[in-house]
Structures are given as C-alpha cells and as structure tokens.
C-alpha cells in the first residue's frame, strides 16, 4: 500500500498578485483615515472660535487708554486753564456684537480720572473766590457706555473704519480739591487737599462721539449733567466737552 500525497490546490499568480496588491491598498487607508478622523475632532472647537471672535466677528473684546482735554465755554466765575492741565484720562475694556457688517453694538466698562485746573483772577467764585498758586477739583469716576457701530467699507477680519455714536454714565468714587500757595520763607510748599466734596455731583450722564480706524479713534464726549450737585445750582458750569483720542489694545 503506498502512502497518501497531500492534498495541494494550485493557485493562480494573478489571484495572489490582487489579493497582496488589495492588502496594501488596506494598510494604507487606515492610518490616513484614522488621522482624517483626529484632524476633525480637532479643528472644529478651533474653527469655531475663529468664525465667533475675532475684530470682525460675531464677538470682540479688548481693552483700550483713551485721552482727553477739557473744551467748551465755562460759566463766569468758574474759568479754567485749558490745554494739559485740564484734562481726562481713561482706561477700559469693550465688547462688541457685531450684527451685520455695517451695524455692531459695544458696551464698555472702565475708569477715568479727570482733573480741572481752576483759573485764579477777579472773577473766581468756584469753589471759593480765594486765589492760590494753582488750584485743582479732581474727580475718580467708574464709567459705563453703550454705542451703535457704523462700519465703513470693506474689511477682512480687522476692525477697519468705523462710526460710533455713545451714551454713558459714571459714578464719582472718589473726589478732591488741591491747592498750592506760595510758602513762608524756609518753607518748601504748601498744599492742601480737601476729599469727599459734598458740592460735586456723584453720578452724571454723557453723549458723545467716536471715529476710528482699526486700533486709533478720535472722540468728543459731551457732560449732559451739572457738574455741581443740586444743592449749589447757583454756581457757574464747569467746561462740558472733552475731545481726545483712543488706543485700543489688541
């Protein structure tokens, strides 16, 4: 009896040729789309912020320095010296929600600091007619404003030129009344500074002005309140207007 051959099946060249050429096809898309699969989990929370925030996005957010000097007519008997000495400096941040590409919305929070420099002639009733060397009502204020944005021309994603018409409101934290008088001999100044003034108004209201392009503006704020409290109207009115100009920090 003769031992059993095996039993082998022929397999044709061509067949074997497609099935190892099918395997690398194989071997090679798994790794491209597990990366495919990586890379989108991965970019959509990123793509999503992009196309949210941004200077001309839905939303933008940054802080800015403004500065301003003190401008307009003041009331007889309450004259000041303008240019530098009379001045107002800001500091705040600013949301905006843009709506369309020509209509946005801001709203801003921050602090000013804004000093009136009282002139010293004949005609000084404010707040006393007491004459000094230099004389200073300075007020701490925590300001509030709302705008309506009016984007002109075409941008990409930047901030471009824009309109921004204001109202605001602020609450005077602080206040003070500075004085310099000339020195007995041997002495090197003399200063005074009075704080808490019950004659100047705590909470006052604005319209105002601003237009800029991308991070620099120029603004006119109007003062629509007194700037004594009610109980000394009879005093002449401080300088109302403050025009300046605004960086923003982006």
């Given at each position: 009896m003769q031992p059993s051959k095996p039993n082998r099946q022929w397999v044709p060249a061509g067949a074997m040729r497609r099935g190892l050429v099918l395997l690398g096809l194989l071997a090679?898309?798994?790794?491209?789309a597990r990366a495919q699969q990586v890379l989108?989990?991965?970019n959509v929370a990123d793509d999503t912020v992009k196309t949210t925030f941004g200077p001309n996005r839905r939303y933008f957010g940054h802080a800015y320095v403004g500065?301003?000097?003190?401008?307009?007519?003041?009331?007889?008997?309450?004259?000041?010296?303008?240019?530098?000495?009379?001045?107002?400096?800001?500091?705040?941040?600013?949301?905006?929600?843009?709506?369309?590409?020509?209509?946005?919305?801001?709203?801003?929070?921050?602090y000013a600091y804004q000093r009136f420099s009282l002139?010293?002639?004949?005609?000084?009733?404010?707040?006393g007619p007491s004459l000094h060397r230099s004389e200073i009502l300075a007020l701490?204020?925590?300001?509030?404003?709302?705008?309506?944005?009016?984007?002109?021309?075409?941008?990409?994603?930047?901030?471009?030129?824009?309109?921004?018409?204001?109202?605001?409101?602020?609450?005077?934290?602080?206040?003070?009344?500075?004085?310099?008088?000339?020195?007995?001999?041997?002495?090197?100044?003399v200063e005074t500074t009075e704080r808490g003034l019950?004659?100047?108004?705590?909470?006052s209201s604005t319209a105002g002005a601003r237009v800029g392009i991308d991070r620099y503006a120029l603004t006119a704020h109007y003062r629509l309140s007194p700037v004594f409290a009610a109980g000394y109207a009879a005093w002449p009115e401080l300088p109302r207007w403050t025009l300046g100009f605004e960086i923003g920090l982006f």
């Amino acid at each position: 009896m003769q031992p059993s051959k095996p039993n082998r099946q022929w397999v044709p060249a061509g067949a074997m040729r497609r099935g190892l050429v099918l395997l690398g096809l194989l071997a090679g898309a798994l790794p491209a789309a597990r990366a495919q699969q990586v890379l989108v989990h991965a970019n959509v929370a990123d793509d999503t912020v992009k196309t949210t925030f941004g200077p001309n996005r839905r939303y933008f957010g940054h802080a800015y320095v403004g500065y301003g000097l003190l401008a307009g007519p003041a009331g007889t008997g309450a004259a000041v010296r303008y240019g530098l000495s009379s001045a107002e400096l800001r500091v705040g941040g600013r949301l905006k929600f843009r709506v369309s590409q020509v209509l946005a919305f801001n709203a801003d929070l921050g602090y000013a600091y804004q000093r009136f420099s009282l002139a010293q002639d004949g005609q000084k009733r404010v707040p006393g007619p007491s004459l000094h060397r230099s004389e200073i009502l300075a007020l701490h204020q925590l300001f509030s404003e709302v705008s309506l944005r009016l984007n002109c021309g075409r941008r990409g994603n930047a901030v471009g030129s824009y309109l921004d018409l204001l109202a605001g409101g602020s609450w005077a934290a602080a206040t003070a009344h500075t004085t310099d008088d000339a020195p007995a001999p041997g002495i090197g100044s003399v200063e005074t500074t009075e704080r808490g003034l019950p004659y100047l108004r705590r909470w006052s209201s604005t319209a105002g002005a601003r237009v800029g392009i991308d991070r620099y503006a120029l603004t006119a704020h109007y003062r629509l309140s007194p700037v004594f409290a009610a109980g000394y109207a009879a005093w002449p009115e401080l300088p109302r207007w403050t025009l300046g100009f605004e960086i923003g920090l982006f």
